[in-house]
């Protein structure tokens, strides 16, 4: 408190100083609140009213005061201190503890520079632990620049965010703002869990009794952003399945979805969130497409390896040459020398007799098996339909495949269904040549030794890899 009253006693010092050098400009004197109620003897209207457009309106426009006192009851003294010595000397004097207080009133009074050097100390003052607050802030004093940052900084750092005390401060609006974006870093089930905690806290906040129903009631329209279609059946009969926020048809529609083929349409998202930023990209090493290839249980399967680091989400799949069909599949890509399941994905699709590609893509959670301890790290078993046209079908990853530059992929699917289209004269070498950045990944396909139903360099299926860069 000492330091405090040094502060504005030096500052009122100096403004004497500086009015008593120019006593051609009437001075005013301005109460604050706050510590002993500090009286500003602010001096020099012209300063002022140069250096804040507020304060040119308030002495010289039209509605201007002839007062020698104004009142601001809702600035902070250190604030108010904190604008002083910019206006009268360009010094910046900001801190953790009073650059949110001195940022409001630098909006409040119209100073853009002042405001601009709050902005970039939030900047570098970014973290996992304070995204939330700051983006909390960001929204109400509508600096978007900010908000973004803020945004990809929880994108990135999901898991630290959420578990971050801030996270419960925050808004609704604030909220569903994040809720509503694909690029969180973060299992569902983990994020639930933090939607949880929040609704928890604004029943508080709310003065309502923490109970399921007005648990549900908090949330309103962020509940409808959950993916739960992302969950395994596991995770959400141990955890939503029981919470009481969802009601009995959304539960049992859930568990449908998760055990029954093809899937019903739930009210939820089942578009995964993908952390990759970046453009999705995908290669088809096959020039041209014939009729028949046969399944009876064998994988088909490639080898393939890349000349920079990627992250492949999903493959593309010939469909049916029968008409409409349900196909049940197996997707996985082990690394050559340990002959480890990186990504793995039990599940259908449909296609529509076309000779068009079919994605079928990995999801979260998916299968991923450690083959030397037999351990399943994610499991994943769906159904898909797709609507008859031409466009590919997905199934994503929630943690996309790291493949690394110059070691050898197999990528395998295992189809069950009639008859399927095949690809021609394939290419060994293939190069995706990005249109925005121009940046090329390079792809080498070789044979993979053993039982491949057929598939080869030359013909097969797995037609398409789809990656981000």
């Known amino acids: 408190m000492w330091d405090r009253l040094c502060d504005v006693c030096g500052l009122w010092t100096f403004l004497s100083v500086v009015a008593a050098q120019s006593p051609a400009f009437a001075t005013v004197e301005i109460l604050g609140r706050g510590l002993i109620q500090e009286l500003y003897r602010a001096g020099d209207r012209f300063v002022l009213a140069v250096g804040s457009a507020v304060f040119d309106a308030m002495f010289n426009g039209g509605m201007a005061t002839t007062s020698t006192e104004i009142e601001l009851p809702d600035v902070e003294p250190a604030a108010f201190l904190a604008l002083l010595k910019f206006l009268y000397s360009d010094e910046v004097q900001i801190g953790p503890e009073t650059v949110m207080t001195t940022l409001y009133t630098a909006k409040k009074y119209a100073v853009p520079a002042l405001e601009a050097h709050c902005v970039e100390f939030l900047k570098k003052n970014l973290r996992a632990d304070n995204a939330f607050m700051l983006l909390t802030q960001a929204r109400l004093f509508d600096e978007p620049q900010l908000a973004s940052l803020c945004l990809e ?37 983990r994020l639930f869990s933090a939607v949880v905690r929040w609704s928890e806290a604004e029943c508080q906040r709310q003065q309502l009794q923490v109970t399921p129903e007005n648990k549900r009631k908090v949330l309103g329209k962020a509940l409808a952003l ?30 449908l979805h998760f055990t029954v083929n093809p899937k019903p349409r739930v009210d939820f998202i089942d578009l995964p969130s993908c952390c990759l930023r970046g453009e999705e990209c995908s290669i088809n090493h096959f020039q041209q497409v014939e009729s028949r290839w046969g399944y009876s249980g064998t994988s088909d399967r490639i080898r393939f390896s890349v000349n920079k680091r990627i992250f492949v989400v999903g493959f593309g799949l010939y469909g049916s040459i029968h008409g409409p069909t349900d196909y049940q599949v ?53 159904g898909f339909s797709c609507d008859g046209s031409a466009s590919t079908f997905r199934v994503m990853f929630k943690e996309p495949v790291e493949v690394l530059p110059n070691v050898n992929y197999t990528a395998c699917a295992t189809l069950k269904g009639p008859d399927s289209h095949y690809g021609t004269k394939g290419l060994r070498k293939v190069t995706h040549e990005s249109p925005t950045t121009g940046a090329k990944t390079c792809f080498t396909f070789c044979y993979a030794a053993g039982n491949n139903n057929g598939t080869s360099v030359e013909d097969g299926q797995i037609p398409e890899v789809i990656f981000y860069t």
């Open 153 to 189: 900084n929880i994108d990135k750092n999901t898991a630290d965010a959420i578990t971050a005390e801030g996270f419960t401060d925050i808004d609704l609006d604030t909220l569903v703002a994040v809720l509503e974006r694909d690029t969180l870093g973060i299992r569902e089930v």
């Open 226 to 255: 959950i993916r739960f279609p992302l969950m395994t059946i596991e995770e959400f009969a141990a955890g939503p399945a029981q919470s009481g926020i969802l009601v009995d048809r959304e539960v049992v529609s859930l568990f």
């Open 330 to 382: 197996n997707i996985q890509v082990p690394t050559r020398p340990s002959n480890t399941v990186l990504g793995q994905n039990d599940t259908g699709f449909s296609c529509d007799g076309s000779a068009s590609t079919f994605r079928v893509m990995f999801k979260e959670p998916v299968e991923i098996i450690h083959t030397d301890s037999n351990t399943v790290l994610g499991q994943n078993d769906t």
